[in-house]
Each structure stands twice: as C-alpha cells, then as structure tokens.
C-alpha cells in the first residue's frame, strides 16, 4: 500500500497564492509520476500538473501561474499556484503511480480544497 499526505490549500483572494505538498510512503519499487488533479463540482477530474519519466506537464489554464516541483529522495510533490483565479476553485488530488508487485499501480490523496473568492 502507499499513503499520500496532502497538505496546503484553503481560501485566498483573486491573484493570491496558495502552495500544496503531498508526500508519498508506503512499500513500492519505485515512483514513476507524481502531480495533481483538481476537480471542481459538477466536472470532471482534471489534470493540474505532473511529472512523469522526466518530463513535466501542465494542463494550459495553469501554465505560467502554476509550478510543480519534486523531491525524489523524499517522494514528496509541491504545487505553487499564483495569480490564482475564481475558476482555480476545485478539490485538488494528489496522483501517485507507482511500480509494485511487478506493474504500474495509480493511488490518490484525499483531496484538499483550494477556493479562489473575494
């Protein structure tokens, strides 16, 4: 099993910032992507940002106001979010695929909401 915890998030004004991090433990061979997925009600689950077998994706709204980072000796994924708008509003996931037990398995964090409103 792997355990992600998720912190960060919140309430913040329209072109405020917000930070999330999750960390990752649990018994795994090796991480093979971390990121986030937000979802905002009545949508679907969205990708955010991840980074995959070294390469790194955004999904177009968050390009230039968003920015992921991780750190591989402590499994752990940072999302920085600025200039944040009222439609960043969304419970935000952190995604973890993992190789275990010989194949590529996905798990996901609880969710933390982020709401962007005056």
């Known amino acids: 099993q792997v355990q992600l915890v998720e912190s960060g998030g919140g309430l913040v004004q329209p072109g405020g910032s917000l930070s999330l991090s999750c960390a990752a433990s649990g018994s795994f061979f090796s991480i093979n992507a971390m990121g986030w997925y937000r979802q905002a009600p009545g949508e679907q689950r969205e990708l955010v940002a991840n980074?995959?077998?070294?390469?790194?994706n955004y999904a177009d709204s968050v390009k230039g106001r968003f920015t992921i980072s991780r750190d591989n000796a402590k499994n752990t994924v940072d999302l920085q979010m600025n200039s944040l708008k009222p439609e960043d509003t969304a419970v935000y996931f952190c995604?973890?695929?993992?190789?275990?037990?010989?194949?590529?398995?996905?798990?996901w964090g609880q969710g933390t909401q982020v709401t962007v409103s005056s």
């Open positions: 995604n973890v695929e993992v190789y275990q037990f010989g194949r590529n398995v996905q798990y």
């Open positions: 980074q995959k077998r070294g390469r790194t």
